[in-house]
């Protein structure tokens, strides 16, 4: 069965008798009977989208500090400016010049580079994001991903390519490209994934395929056919030994190709080993250098797949992570990422598939890589146009960069107006003779938002590092 649809992983799942089957996954051989023991809402699929929608539903908006700020502000000045003026009306100001002074204080004290700090940095990180072909959908995902201490990835098309591909040609007693046409004339008529695998080889290396005959599919083992009036097998180790196939120390160099997360297929010839094709889904070529990255920036980085455990141990030590949680379903990657949160972490969940779905939305920020399923990207906060999850660490820097304009913006917001207030109510006439006009401040208030501005435009100076 290719459940791919569902757990997203690119190697079939072999049943037999009394096995389970999962709603849209697909029969790759053959034909069985099953009874439907769940339908409608029951299904795993509509358990899926329940499980978005609830993850959805939970997850709170980010409240702005500068409309916290601002709610405060706004009638604290114009408090000020009220007793501003009564103050220099009770000193025998007058009141031309006291209402001047309360105008003043209203004028300078505009909070517009206070409502622009925030929105005009995100605006530029946005687009800053877009540029390095990350798709950033709203400013809360840009601000709380850096808060994130916590990355989970999934596996197979996200830290894998996704698709099998050939890693080893060893032959026995036998050409390598004898092998390969072998192995080409077997598979061709298959339309197993690792059948798929060997057939692109074998196209990228010229092979022409021969006549077969008497082909023959058992399912979940392997192939038997005719080539040249000689009998040959392919499959896995249980398929050679059902044949009673002398395999020597082969069995021991096919071990060894599992141990490192590859599939081995056995090839015999009347009964007698001639080699082993071995398929893996290779991991992609900046994973490595990614998860390195975001361990060098004190994050936990965890991995999250449906395959079996022995593959993702190997991946796990390919790719230096620390953490691997195997053999989970798409509710318990929905569980998984719930039990991080009750530890108080923030996290950040990257995945492709449909079965990611649930966790992408439930996690803090929800990534989803371009290549992923329709289901997948709309669940997500942030989607990597260029299907590279280098980027992730791109647009945790990227968040840091914003925030931190954002922090500078309200700092000279503050300090604008606290310095700019006091001098319009007059504070320090008596001391300095300093007092502002209504016209000069409004030209100081213009000037703040200006400043912010131009501030905000240096995070288009961001480089990926």
Request: aromatic content about 6%; proline content about 3%.
């Amino acid at each position: 069965m290719d459940e791919s649809s569902i757990t997203g992983e690119s190697i079939p799942v072999e049943k037999e008798k009394g096995s389970k089957v999962i709603s849209g996954t697909i029969n790759k051989m053959g034909a069985f009977s099953f009874k439907a023991e769940k339908v409608g809402e029951e299904t795993t699929i509509s358990q899926i989208i329940k499980l978005v929608e609830e993850a959805s539903n939970s997850k709170a908006p980010i409240s702005k500090i500068a409309d916290k700020v601002s709610g405060i502000f706004v009638p604290i000045v114009i408090i000020i400016a009220l007793i501003a003026t009564i103050t220099w009306i009770i000193v025998g100001s007058g009141i031309e010049n006291a209402i001047s002074i309360g105008i003043a204080v209203l004028v300078i004290s505009c909070p517009c580079a206070l409502g622009l700090a925030t929105p005009v940095a995100i605006m530029v990180g946005i687009g800053k994001g877009a540029e390095n072909g990350i798709l950033i959908k709203s400013a809360e995902s840009l601000e709380l991903l850096h808060l994130v201490d916590t990355v989970v990835f999934d596996k197979t098309g996200t830290i894998t390519i996704g698709k099998p591909e050939v890693t080893d040609i060893i032959p026995y007693n036998i050409e390598n490209t004898k092998l390969l046409s072998i192995a080409y004339t077997l598979e061709e008529k298959s339309e197993h994934p690792l059948a798929e695998a060997i057939i692109k080889k074998a196209k990228e290396e010229n092979i022409e395929t021969m006549c077969i005959e008497d082909f023959f599919v058992i399912s979940g083992k392997g192939i038997k056919g005719q080539i040249e009036n000689e009998n040959y097998l392919v499959g896995n180790l249980s398929y050679m030994k059902e044949y009673k196939v002398e395999m020597k120390e082969i069995e021991k160099i096919g071990n060894n190709l599992a141990v490192q997360g590859k599939t081995p297929l056995y090839f015999a010839k009347e009964g007698k080993i001639i080699g082993i094709i071995a398929v893996k889904d290779n991991i992609k070529e900046n994973s490595k250098k990614a998860i390195e990255k975001l361990k060098n920036m004190n994050l936990e980085v965890i991995m999250l797949t449906g395959d079996n455990k022995l593959t993702a141990e190997a991946i796990k030590k390919d790719i230096g992570i620390e953490k691997v949680i195997a053999e989970v379903i798409p509710q318990q990657k929905d569980e998984t990422i719930c039990n991080i949160q009750k530890e108080n972490k923030k996290v950040a969940f990257v995945g492709d598939g449909i079965n990611d779905s649930p966790a992408i939305t439930r996690a803090d920020v929800g990534i989803a890589i371009g290549s992923g399923t329709d289901i997948a990207i709309d669940s997500a906060d942030i989607v990597l146009i260029k299907n590279d999850i280098l980027d992730v660490v791109t647009a945790i820097e990227l968040s840091k960069c914003v925030i931190k304009n954002i922090k500078i913006n309200l700092f000279w917001a503050f300090f604008y107006n606290i310095i700019g207030i006091p001098l319009a109510a007059g504070v320090f006439y008596n001391m300095l003779g300093w007092k502002l006009s209504p016209m000069f401040g409004a030209v100081a208030m213009s000037l703040s938002s200006i400043c912010v501005v131009v501030n905000a435009l240096r995070i288009k100076k961001f480089r990926v590092k």
